[in-house]
DNA sequence: TGCATACGTTATGTATACAATAGCGGGGAG
DNA sequence: CTCCCCGCTATTGTATACATAACGTATGCA
């Protein structure tokens, strides 16, 4: 270990995870291919100890599997999988927009989100927008389902979204941008953005299930234009995580 | 390694991974107790990397929490926090009813989950119900659950619904047993049963929102008898799982 | 020529040694 | 008497050595 440098503000295994995650949506280790654990060592700069917790996080997280004769491979994901995946995402934040609802919020409590609203409100004004302010709008339209999740107050539910979200396809934003060139991807997050008010609008009136309702349907917006943008193809160089996508059975 | 006897039948990872689990489950770590690889190496008889592994899996499916100083404790539920977790669990089977209803599933496929409901009908006629009657139940109850969600062809989906099961208050027969005495309990069971008759109904007709309705209801049936169970109290010997139990904040 | 078996190589599973840190207790000083 | 600091101990984090199993290849026999 003499050349090994190490560094110690974070932990081998973290540092670890994140690199392997990076390999892995980055496209450097493609789906279906097995994880060499040597392979790994010598990548990330970890020992195998770390390594292997790391690959035991990132299976239980669900971007590896277990070879049953041992080891691990980069999972494979159909469109359906993907796009089951953000219809579940959907029905949890919808979940978590009824509690909120129900369980009351105080302005107070809603005033990041309404931030987070305005802001994007002022990306989506300027026409077309630009892929910075698209790269922006990702960023924060995270932010808004991060907290919005927040609200429900239920730290199992909120764990639960968290490794919903896990997989990166869960970002549906990302999806939109897919679809087509950037103008048209531009009338989609508007209507996104729509549901956002929606949504902030049946909390503050607690009303849980318009709340719900409404979350649910966002996120069937996202599936349909996931399916579109999939015919297209187009811009599917800003979706890394669609290099996850290799199976063509169903 | 002298006097270590090695059970070559089931890696030393798994097994440690049940011991911890069963240790947990049984009381014998208490929630909030700090758990010592050292002493876990004991019990469990496996050596310190597997036990690691098992450590990590069993914070990844949220038995466990993370010491920021290092190590894991036991994680201490709330009511609040389990209750949520029914609710989780039912929304998740509800979709999962949706899509088996949507995407249609055949009679032969319909087979074992009848089966199944003719043998909880039979448990379910004696009154009242014995309480080896009353474990068949819970396993046979846990069987159907675990077909339906199969139903619904989706991994993703059927993934999502072992982690939110994995946590054992989940199986929401074990706490209908709390409210109760057996007679008592065995009225909800039927109820519970009726809900099982309803959702194969509309899967069988391809009512997808009917499905997915009925089996939210039965989570909400579920998290009402445990209210009622734990201000009750009576039979809470037959639930390990509410062990976790031990914050008063809620 | 093809298949089966045996051997070797390679990678994973397991165990343990080593390093570093956090927590605790004791002792000293104010 | 109390509070702070230093050092020790116990426990975790990391690295590596060892065991074992699987896969591939080569050779021999049918």
Redesign the interface.
């Known amino acids: 270990m003499a050349e090994r440098e190490v560094d110690r503000s974070v932990s081998q295994t973290v540092k670890a995870q994140l690199a392997l995650r990076d390999q892995i949506l980055s496209g450097s280790l493609r789906p279906g291919e097995r994880i060499s654990e040597l392979q790994a060592v010598e990548t990330t700069g970890a020992s195998r100890?770390p390594v292997?917790?790391a690959l035991?996080?990132l299976e239980?997280?669900?971007l590896l599997e277990a070879i049953p004769s041992g080891g691990f491979m980069v999972k494979a994901f159909s469109e359906?999988?993907i796009s089951?995946?953000i219809?579940?995402r959907g029905?949890?934040e919808g979940?978590a927009a009824r509690?909120a609802a129900e369980r009351g919020v105080s302005a107070r409590e809603l005033e990041p989100l309404k931030e987070c609203l305005a802001a994007i409100d002022e990306l989506l004004r300027q026409v077309p927008i630009s892929i910075d302010a698209f790269s922006s709008y990702v960023t924060l339209n995270a932010r808004f389902h991060a907290l919005l999740t927040e609200l429900s107050r239920?730290?199992?539910?909120i764990?639960?979204i968290d490794?919903?979200s896990a997989?990166p396809f869960a970002s549906p934003s990302a999806f939109v941008m897919a679809q087509s060139a950037l103008t048209e991807a531009q009338q989609i997050l508007i209507i996104a953005q729509e549901h956002h008010r929606v949504v902030i609008d049946a909390i503050e009136n607690r009303e849980g299930a318009r709340a719900e309702a409404v979350m649910r349907e966002h996120a069937r917006l996202a599936v349909r234009n996931l399916r579109l943008a999939l015919r297209n193809r187009t811009h599917l160089d800003l979706l890394p995580a669609l290099a996850l996508i290799r199976t063509a059975t169903d």
Chains 1, 2 share one sequence.
Not at 154 to 157: C, G, M, N
């Open positions: 100890t292997r917790m035991v996080r239980e997280e669900g359906r999988d089951d995946s219809e579940l029905t949890l979940l509690f239920s730290p199992p539910l764990r639960q490794r919903a997989l």
